[in-house]
């Protein structure tokens, strides 16, 4: 599949530092995004922070600073984490400053007005700040927020509404056409399910007096700001610069051959529901996908700032390292559940799969190289016994991943570490090494097991980046080369192996 592609994390609010959860979907999108560029020739991978909120506004007047110091300082501890987990997005998107998110926000509320799907309503409901949500009564859980156990607060305005129930039939026929697709599928029956039921029109501003004046004016109503989901749901498309010309917005959002979201279970409605149909009055192309991820748990309650059990990454990384992080959220997070997140579980797996598995046949097979044939990769008989394995490989790999199920992805990459280790065991070089008689065997084990670590750090690249580099370079590899089912022997005799220092040294567990 060729073309180009765009991907794209929610954009969380800044109302205090983030949690795992923030963490858990920027290591998603980063390796989706990753893994999309071995089958497009480009992808736009876009983050950043929603500063709109009146959530903000609170937090910044209990610190008792103002709400502009407040957003920089924590969007900046959200850029220093992406940063510090191997994240690299293209471009990341602050809602109260940049100027293309104005334009582009004043734009699509003009173009709604325009189609008449814009206009002014007394409005009453019960209101969570936590959510900047209006619920139903019926919504809620013994009378609070299901999200924020909070009781939310009723309020009384008046508002701009726009007219979601009559895009109704319109969004029916993109979910069940598959124009637009809801990973996984049951997330995908929630939403036609909820739209079947019959759709109400929604509020789309907030009195600018209750929002502090902090927000997007409303065009032509300055007792108005626009509601903060209808102006960060906008970012996806104004941070490509659609309003300017910026030939972006056609390469990675009209010109597209995938357009994807990827989003919390908690937020589903907003991208599914609200965020199409307003594309849809404003004449703009849709997402193809959403990708839904359940929420990190912490014995089996979501974690979040408003609930006080946010774990904080940063000292995760601090404590057992940024590739010990990464790689338990991809290794051992259901994509589509939920799931605990624990420092036990990080070390686990990291020293199962990395340390014990991965680390160690590249320690062992790259000392072999040096000690048996002075470093360099032999030449050998092209059946040597991994080349199904390897090709299975590949095969499942990249299927799980093209799924965006990467729990499922890695465990065909470890589990390919695990055939080769057993390879080595199976012919056992270090025997074969003293008969001369042996020496083509020899050589065939070692070109195999060369060319088997290496596809699987090829594997490796949307997982851990940089580790996957390291280990292309311990096998005289350059960090872009591509291995096929057909070509997975093809450059390695001769290369020149060197054992590398430990790429996974073993962590401890924490102390209990």
Known sequence: MAGTGFISTTIPYVNARPHLGHAL?????DAYARFMRTRLDEVFFLTGSDENALKNVLAAETAGIPTADLVARNAGAFQDL?????????????????????????????RMAA????YPRAYEGLYCVGCEQFYEPAEL?????????????????????????????????????????????????????????????????????????????VPGDDSQVMYVWIDALTNYVNALGWTAGSPRYQAYWAGAARRVHVLG??????????????????????????????????????????LGNAVDPVSLISAYGARAVRYALLATFAPF????????????????????????????????IGRYRDGLVPAGAADGGLGGAVADTLRDFAEAFAGFDHRTAVQHLTGLVG???????????????????????????????????????TLLRPVLPDAATEILAALGQPADVEV????????????????????FPRIDVPAT
């Open 141 to 217: 859980v013994d009378g609070v927020c299901p999200e924020h156990q909070t009781e939310p607060e009723r309020v009384r305005e008046e508002n701009w509404f726009f007219r979601l129930s009559r895009y109704q039939d319109d969004l029916l026929k993109c979910l069940e056409s598959g124009e637009l697709v809801i990973h996984p599928e049951t997330r995908r029956n929630e939403v036609i399910s909820f739209v079947r039921a019959g759709l109400q029109d929604i509020s789309v501003s907030r009195s600018a007096r209750r929002a502090r004046g902090w927000g997007i004016p």
């Open 337 to 368: 559940g939920d799931g605990d997140v624990t420092a036990e579980r990080i070390v686990s797996a990291y020293n199962h799969d990395l340390a014990n598995g991965l680390g160690n046949l590249v320690n062992r097979v790259t000392s072999m």
């Open 419 to 457: 055939r080769t280790n057993a390879y080595v065991d199976e012919h056992a070089p270090w025997h074969l090494a003293k008969d001369p008689a042996a020496a083509d065997r020899l050589d065939t084990c070692l070109l195999h097991t060369a060319a088997a670590i290496r596809a699987v750090a």
């Open 265 to 306: 279970k908690g937020v589903i409605r907003f991208h599914a529901v609200y965020w199409p149909a307003m594309l849809l009055s404003a004449g703009l192309p849709l997402p193809t996908d959403l990708v839904v991820h359940g929420y990190v748990t912490a014995g089996g309650r979501k974690v979040g700032k408003s």
């Open 484 to 503: 096929t089912a057909g070509t997975w022997l093809a450059g390695m005799t001769g290369a020149r192996v060197e054992k590398p220092a430990a790429i």
């Open 25 to 29: 979907e920027f290591v998603e999108t």
């Open 115 to 118: 189609a008449g799907d814009l």
């Open 82 to 110: 992406l940063a510090a987990l191997g994240c690299t997005p293209d471009h990341f998107v602050r809602t109260s400053v940049d100027p293309l998110h104005r334009a582009g926000a004043t734009e699509i509320w003009q």
